[in-house]
């Protein structure tokens, strides 16, 4: 495994603070904040340690507060119910003692059933596209030395955008935007790290979406943004190593809120995951 990508299963995988609570640490990207995907991440693992036999099919989560990157989150997990094909558990996030994030986790066995998807969009082999570090790499002359190092930092989710939009020079486009995302280098064979480490993942680049329409960026002055919500369903199982589609689109924006939505689809065309959020779209 990839040192930068140890770092992050390692972040992910959290430390007991005694029964059914949990700790982990925060990661600095060079965000005001710590990133929403990392909070989503281990709280579904928190979630996770307290369930057997059963992996998660839905989340749905609120963002109450900024978390702060230089401080630990606790994670408390309540036993909402265990029955004989689903399990609930609610997950609150805690920095010095104020809520940070709430959430809801349903965990479900595995069983046979009706199939049927809606079919893959089109999008470029990833393998003909730049990933955003290289992106950034370009940039890199005509931004801040703090941006620039964000911008270029190695990192362990690779993401390769179709079509990527310059955050200097944003231009107005309809609300879709697509992308390539894997994990780099091999991972183990645990499905509840793989569903975490999508969840992190889901977060990145997804409020965007919402900006396109008005041709703007997160770079904009006077622009505030942030994550409000978030809610993911696992439909498929599949592999973070393995490339993975990540197709958004936002139907709608209004009163300073914009509304995302997500599929996830591998390689073969089966959609493994989707994924909503409404964000603060604040023009001040």
């Excluded at 082999?125 to 190092?149: F, H, I, N, Y």
Aim: proline residues 7%; hydrophobic residues 35%.
């Amino acid at each position: 495994m990839l040192d930068v990508t140890k770092k992050l299963v390692e972040l992910l995988y959290l430390s007991p603070n005694g029964d059914d609570h949990y700790r982990g640490d925060s990661q600095d990207l060079g965000f005001p904040h710590v990133f929403g995907g990392q909070v989503l991440g281990q709280a579904l693992m928190a979630a996770s340690h307290t369930v057997e036999d059963r992996l998660c099919h839905s989340l749905h989560a609120y963002f109450l507060r900024p978390g702060n990157q230089h401080m630990p989150i606790d994670y408390e997990v309540q036993r909402v119910r265990d029955g004989r094909s689903f399990s609930v558990r609610r997950v609150i996030a805690r920095q010095d003692g104020k809520e940070i994030l709430t959430g809801s986790m349903s965990f479900h066995v595995t069983e046979e059933g009706f199939e049927h998807q809606a079919e893959m969009p089109d999008a470029p082999d990833p393998e003909t596209l730049r990933s955003e570090q290289e992106w950034g790499k370009l940039m890199a002359s005509q931004v801040s030395e703090k941006l620039r190092a964000i911008m270029t930092r190695d990192r362990p989710i690779e993401i390769r955008p179709v079509n990527p939009m310059n955050p200097l020079q944003p231009e107005k486009r309809p609300p879709h935007k697509q992308s390539w995302i894997r994990a780099l280098g091999p991972l183990p064979d645990d499905p509840v790290l793989h569903r975490c480490l999508l969840t992190y993942a889901s977060d990145f680049s997804f409020l965007g979406t919402s900006l396109n329409p008005h041709g703007v960026s997160f770079m904009n002055k006077g622009l505030q943004i942030a994550s409000l919500d978030h809610a993911i369903w696992f439909h498929r199982d599949f592999r973070m190593e393995d490339w993975l589609l990540y197709d958004k689109d936002s139907p709608s924006a209004t009163s300073g809120r914009g509304f995302n939505r997500g599929n996830f689809f591998d390689q073969a065309g089966a959609l493994v995951a989707s994924t909503t959020q409404e964000a603060l779209i604040r023009q001040r």
